[in-house]
């Protein structure tokens, strides 16, 4: 087995899976008499045919440490979590090396974060740390595959923060 100290979920270290969502610095515009800060275009939605679509996933809460093997990727379209509450919840993102997912990494998020995994990019499931567990999801709604699940040998550790 082998161990991941989950990273604080910043734009940089994201940067190479996907975009991390959040309301944070200056807003673009002021909406709606001015009562309403918009945070424009905060995610690159990417599809290869068909639409975008928002579903709902209600995921069990799991807790740290948190053992898995699985990661999964979307080939023909991006896919964002956004959490229904304010909770963090855990991101497990593997850069690509020739068709099979390397080292994964972990991140916690910060209640009000969100993200979106690049087309293609592996990634763990969804894995709320807390109660309810509910998500809007936004990606690909079309015909054909597009999921590819591929189960590491050995099983990953994500321990819970040192700090």
Not at 12 to 37: H, Q, S, W
Not at 61 to 78: A, D, I, K, T, W
Request: proline share 9%.
């Amino acid at each position: 087995m082998t161990t991941l100290c989950p990273e604080p979920l910043t734009d940089a270290a994201f940067a190479p899976f996907g975009d991390v969502l959040e309301a944070t610095g200056e807003a673009d515009k002021l909406i709606n008499a001015g009562l309403c800060r918009r945070f424009h275009d905060r995610a690159k939605l990417d599809f290869g045919d068909g639409r975008a679509g928002i579903s709902l996933f209600q995921a069990e809460p799991r807790s740290l440490p948190y053992n898995f093997n699985l990661v999964e990727r979307h080939p023909e379209g991006s896919q964002a979590f956004v959490p229904m509450a304010l909770v963090s919840f855990l991101v497990i993102a593997a850069p690509d090396e020739n068709g099979t997912p390397g080292h994964p990494r972990a991140f916690l998020t910060r209640p009000g974060q969100a993200i979106n995994f690049h087309r293609g990019t592996w990634h763990g499931v969804l894995t709320p740390l807390h109660a309810p567990g509910l998500f809007a999801v936004i990606d690909r709604i079309g015909g054909g595959a597009n999921l590819e699940e591929f189960t590491y040998n050995m099983a990953w550790t994500v321990e819970r923060p040192t700090d």
